[in-house]
């Protein structure tokens, strides 16, 4: 039973009862001065997972469920009566607790409504990107080797900052062989490469690059120069659309409204005490001394 109290009030709401028991309806249970209300429990029934509804079902299931809403109920009154709720740790809890919840529902606000798309949206959407949509059969590619790990980073760095593929290449790569062609190593279908590389390249669109990928012969950077395959029919992607839809247009909106926000706020960075702030790890307990 210990478990079921506990997995109990992991997942119901705190009871909001009326103290006086005539302000809502006739009551179903007293706690101490407290009184549970018709609409106060079936309130809480209403927040019961469906997987855990059956084990509350029939006249014993709702015995069950209201003996659990009476011990949450004793042990919430019996941590007030201990003035836990005024600890500060607690109080803090609170406030973290109100404001995540009020940024949800201002983001609900804002953002999720502006995200709702007809079906027509989704096909049009797919109309146009449907390069975003295909399976890959076959690729030419280029490619970068290096030794290290540093040497990866540092072509990376260049490859991010724009820097052209093929002349990183033929600076770079220790694959004398394709260095001279910008790192050309030609076309390959799928089971050509080796694995590791595949599954890389096979990811990947025409014109991106790969992140470095480390093999024996060293470390490999490449990019899809060309790409051939076939797309996916909307009926299988459409489901997949309008969810990549709804990311790209919440993303957008919430760009939008934080540039707006940064309007209608002061914002004062100190960056002379900033600098002197770290992540430092949490310091362990000191090791209690044997006696």
Not at 95 to 116: G, M, P, V, Y
Not at 161 to 168: P, R
Request: hydrophobic share 40%; net charge positive; glycine share 6%.
């Amino acid at each position: 039973m210990k478990k079921i109290l506990v997995a109990f009030i992991a997942v119901v709401f705190v009871i909001s009862c009326s103290k006086d028991g005539g302000l809502k309806g006739s009551y179903v249970a007293k706690v101490g001065g407290k009184t549970l209300t018709k609409e106060d429990v079936q309130a809480e029934m209403n927040t019961v997972p469906d997987m855990a509804k059956a084990f509350f079902q029939g006249t014993e299931g709702m015995g069950r469920f209201m003996d659990e809403l009476v011990k949450k109920e004793m042990l919430y009154l019996e941590a007030q009566k201990r003035g836990l709720d005024k600890n500060k740790d607690f109080q803090k809890k609170v406030e973290e607790f109100k404001k995540i919840t009020l940024i949800n529902q201002l983001l609900e606000k804002e953002i999720e409504a502006a995200s709702k798309f007809t079906d027509k949206d989704v096909k049009d959407y797919y109309d146009k990107h449907k390069e975003d949509f295909m399976v890959n059969s076959q690729m030419r590619l280029s490619h970068i080797l290096v030794k290290t790990e540093e040497d990866a980073k540092k072509v990376y760095e260049r490859l991010q900052k724009g820097e052209d593929f093929a002349k990183i290449a033929s600076d770079a790569s220790i694959d004398k062989a394709t260095a001279k062609s910008g790192g050309d190593i030609g076309i390959f279908k799928k089971g050509d490469m080796r694995p590791e590389l595949e599954d890389a390249a096979f990811r990947l669109k025409k014109g991106q690059v790969s992140m470095p990928i480390k093999l024996k012969d060293g470390i490999h950077i490449i990019k899809v120069i060309d790409a051939k395959g076939s797309v996916m029919e909307f009926e299988k992607v459409k489901g997949f659309v309008r969810q990549k839809m709804i990311a790209e247009k919440q993303r957008e909106t919430f760009d939008k409204f934080i540039e707006n926000l940064k309007k209608s706020y002061k914002i004062d960075i100190n960056k002379d005490a900033l600098s002197k702030l770290t992540f430092e790890p949490a310091q362990a307990p000191p090791a209690t001394q044997q006696k």
